[in-house]
């Protein structure tokens, strides 16, 4: 909820306690009681703590004084007594107590009430003015760079505006200082941060311990809140150019993974009930904050991942695109309405958030998978969990910065890192609605099947080999070019690289020239100026991409060119494999059935265009297929036959900007909805349809009989005459047993309401519900309170 500022609640403040609940951790559960307790117009402190187990809060009554005067007199002309300037009341009763239990912090009320009036200004509290601790370390610095309190209070002021210490307590500070008293009492809760709206103002706490390790240990984002993982394992993060170590990776724990769930489950209510404009301005954040940040996050990639930079600065912007499709979010999530579909009946389709959703991202692409995921997802009101690839986690963790400084509440983004562990978590906990999954082919298969077995929507895009057919009649140079790019660019590690090109009429023609254009490429270090290809992630990626290199000569195929042996100068222990390319492979080959992921081009050849579409279509994968021609009428014959998800004609990477699905076909994907554009909104939301009736209807002083099932819809029954003769009498027929008495059904009616007419009734006591009338229809009785029979006549 969007907290609603301290002064807008001093005219109601009620002092009443926080409602008890359960927390991540002990801070989280501090910060909360303290939050609300402002907002009711009390200040709480620590009365005692045992760190792990139990914390019991008070109420600190900071000079606000109970009117304990007697009542005074004045024809006594007795004087009342002053209160003392120091005297303080006796200790408030409020209490509360946070204990630990099964992992989480559970809050309780042991007396709520107070014995004094509450706080009508937050300046009357002394913890008020006091410094945290960044502010009492700026003291020192710039009392040392010879500053004076008034000097220090102003500079002070610049970067908080409400810091309500005055000069005499800077020197207060002062005198600390030169006593050697660093020490200095934090009241989180006199500067609470809204909700919805803001996480934009920078923590003024110290530098969390995970940053102060060498190598930094990379935290999990829970609750809103950057943690440094309990668990003892971690994973070496290495950078592919030099082997060094970046970070490292902690396997989450179980508990730890619980209580990232219980703050997504926690903050769902909350988001979803946010006006989507508001989701959509954080987008709007966002994506200014990514634009600011790109170097940062693009650096941050070639070091984890080892793509050259200009690869990794498209990383970012593919992924950007997201963000600004999301800013949209109130058009694309809009349903169907169709009005008065009967009398004064309207019916209307919603899209609604589902609820806790997870994501799985792949090391290939560190920013742009993950902002496949979490912009959608939230901006629909869901709330995300993400395991970010342990591999290259950093570019996840800025974007989780940059996120929550958009405004992103607590909870609504979650980050836990592992492996095989917390895959299975999130696949098996019943509090994660859907799953998105992007990686390699046995993984995806494993998550999507036990996803699915436990009621989960999922989307997974999974293995890929991706086809070029090249016409005789094709363009040579922009032919050439695309194929390169798209061959060897990020070193071949990306689910849209084309691996195999198929020529047309024979390749002869084209060999050399393009063994030429892929020696060109420079193979270099990521960071270094001019890199075209970086190294291949790990070790056993490299060891495995060679291995099939060696399959395909071993089976036959002609290897052009070989990038195995090469050695990157001042980068001599990086993973480093040159461009590669591989003549005269064939369908039987194993180079061909396995999907390579690296730098290396399988040229395939067919005498037709028939041919090499059922090539590519015999293939069980199916994310995209090119053609390169001159010619509109094979282009079109391309589009119609091929079976891939993404078609393209003189482009090599059909991949589709974010209001056009991502699709993938065949053994390509698995799932129901695909990624970003429409199906993007699709999964990540449900459907409601609504039926509204808002009729008049007419006030009589009986009450009236009608055909429910049709009347509802508002449809007035009526017999045609093809039906019944026209002169004969058709009435409704009661069961007697419908009705309390034995004498029949009787409709209370009021006499106006109907014409005289000549229809037949049963009498009133009868043992059949209805007795034929020789064709002249069939009628209840009907006992007005004149005593005469009516016969209801259609």
């Keep these: 909820m969007v907290m609603t ?19 991540i951790d002990r801070e989280e559960l501090i910060q909360h009681v303290g939050e609300f307790a402002l907002s009711q117009g009390y200040v709480v402190t620590i009365k005692q703590s045992k760190k792990d187990k139990v914390v019991v809060l008070g109420c600190d009554r900071g000079g606000v004084y109970r009117n304990r005067r007697k009542p005074v007199d004045e024809s006594s002309g007795e004087l009342a007594r002053k209160r003392k ?10 209490e509360l107590v946070g204990k630990k239990e099964d992992g989480l912090w559970v809050l309780t009320v042991k007396n709520g009430s107070h014995n004094h009036e509450a706080l009508k200004d937050i300046s009357e509290h ?24 008034r000097q220090i209070l102003k500079r002070l002021r610049q970067s908080n505006p409400e810091l309500l210490s005055t000069p005499k307590h800077v020197y207060n500070v002062k005198a600390k200082l030169r006593q050697g008293n660093l020490t200095v009492r934090r ?27 060498c190598p930094p240990r990379v935290p999990n984002l829970i609750g809103g809140r950057f943690v440094d993982s309990q668990s003892s394992i971690s994973v070496d993060v290495i950078n592919p150019a030099t082997q060094q170590v970046v970070s490292q990776v902690p396997l989450t724990t179980a508990e730890e993974f619980k209580a990232a769930v219980f703050a997504a489950k926690r903050a769902f209510p909350t988001w979803r009930n946010t006006p989507v404009t508001t989701r959509q301005r954080i987008m709007f954040k966002l994506q200014e904050l990514i634009r600011r940040d790109v170097e940062k996050i693009a650096l941050n990639i070639t070091t984890e991942q080892g793509k050259a930079l200009k690869d990794a600065y498209n990383d970012v912007d593919r992924g950007l695109e997201v963000v600004e499709h999301a800013c949209g979010m109130a058009t694309l999530q809009m349903g169907d309405f169709a009005s008065n579909i009967s009398n004064g009946i309207d019916s209307y389709s919603i899209r609604e958030p589902l609820g806790v959703c997870a994501g799985i991202s792949p090391h290939n692409f560190p920013a742009m998978i993950p902002l496949w995921m979490i912009p959608i997802a939230v901006t629909c009101g869901n709330t995300f969990i993400l395991k970010p690839s342990e591999k290259a986690p950093g570019a996840c963790m800025l974007l989780a910065e940059l996120a929550m400084e958009a405004g ?21 906990d019943e509090n994660i609605k859907a799953v998105s999954f992007v990686g390699s082919d046995a993984a995806g298969r494993y998550v999507h099947e036990r996803a699915s077995a436990s009621g989960k929507r999922i989307q997974a895009n999974i293995g890929a080999k991706n086809f070029a057919v090249v016409m005789p009649d094709a363009n040579v140079d922009a032919t050439l070019n695309a194929l390169v790019a798209a061959g060897f660019g990020a070193a071949g590690q990306r689910c849209t690289a084309v691996s195999t090109v ?48 060696q399959a395909g000569v071993d089976d036959g195929a002609r290897l052009v060119l070989d990038g195995r042996q090469i050695v990157v100068p001042q980068f001599e222990l990086g993973n480093f494999i040159g461009p590669s390319v591989l003549f005269d492979v064939t369908e039987d080959m194993e180079i061909y ?26 293939n069980k994968y199916g994310v995209g297929a090119s053609i390169f021609t001159a010619s509109g009428a094979a282009a079109r014959k391309f589009q119609a036959e091929i079976e891939s998800g993404q078609v393209g004609i003189n482009v090599a990477v059909p991949a589709p900007l974010p209001f056009v699905s991502f699709t993938g076909s065949k053994g390509s994907f698995a799932g129901d909805l695909n990624f970003y554009g429409k199906a993007g909104v699709h999964f990540y939301t449900q459907i409601k349809t609504v ?34 003769p026209s002169n004969d009498t058709v009435s409704l027929g009661f069961n007697s047993r419908d009705f309390s008495n034995g004498d029949g059904a009787s409709l209370g009616l009021n006499d106006g309401e109907f014409s005289s007419s000549d229809g037949e009734s049963l009498p009133e006591k009868h043992s059949k519900d209805v007795t034929p009338n020789s064709g002249d229809g069939i009628s209840p009785t009907v006992s007005p309170s004149n005593g005469l029979n009516w016969t209801l006549n259609f």
């Design 408 to 428: 992103l509440p607590n909870g609504v983004l979650n980050m836990v890192h592992g492996t095989n562990d917390i895959v299975n978590a999130i696949c098996d």
């Design 691 to 724: 039926t509204q009736q808002w009729k008049d209807f007419l006030n009589g002083d009986g009450a009236s009989a009608e055909f429910p099932s049709q009347d509802l819809l508002g449809l007035t029954p009526t017999m045609q005459p093809p039906d019944f």
């Design 126 to 149: 002394p913890s008020a003015r006091r410094f945290t601790e960044k502010e009492v370390m700026l003291i020192k610095e710039m009392t040392e760079a010879g500053l004076k309190p």
């Design 85 to 94: 300037t120091g005297s303080r009341l006796t200790n408030c009763p409020f």
């Design 5 to 23: 500022s301290y002064m807008e609640l001093n005219d109601t403040l009620e002092m009443l306690p926080p409602p008890p609940g359960s927390f």
């Design 593 to 618: 059935k396995e999907g390579v992921s690296g730098p290396v081009l399988l040229c395939m050849q067919a005498n037709s265009l028939d041919e090499a579409i059922n090539i590519i279509n015999r």
């Design 187 to 213: 009241l989180k809760t006199l500067r609470p941060q809204a909700s919805v709206e803001g996480n934009s103002q920078p923590s003024t706490t110290n530098e969390p311990s995970w940053r102060k390790r």
């Design 502 to 549: 198929i020529f047309v009429g024979g390749s002869k023609l084209w060999e050399d020239k393009l063994v030429e254009r892929a020696k060109a490429l420079k193979v270099n270090a990521g960071t270094e100026p001019g890199a075209d290809v970086g190294p291949v992630i790990c070790k056993p990626v490299k060891e495995r991409i060679c291995k099939l290199i």
